[in-house]
């Protein structure tokens, strides 16, 4: 694998509730500052973990339903899920290290 993938609301469930890995998910916008200064992190954790887990992103402003669903009210927000269930949530520009202890922890 080793990059982040674009959803949308249609492709959320099958990509991310039915992973056989686990699944970092940033919710994010183009407007928002801290999610363009986070981008690059998650490109480079895609990069170095390989198909041992999946990276995706949702722009929340053109999919609110799935963002109203998971609670986001602040950007970004990185969820970790594993199995269908969220596991980890980060909000702000959290760095490239807790990103992968989080990753780290469900992966085993």
Known sequence: MGNVIELSEQDFDAVVLQSEVPVLVDFWSPSCGPCRLIAPLLDTLA?????????????????????ARYGVDMLPTIMIFNRGNVV??????????????ALDEVMG
């Open 47 to 67: 990069a170095e973990n390989g198909n041992a887990a999946k990276f995706v992103k949702i722009n929340t402003f053109d999919n609110m339903g799935v963002a």
């Open 88 to 101: 980890e949530r980060m909000v702000g520009a959290v760095d490239k290290a807790r990103m992968q202890n």
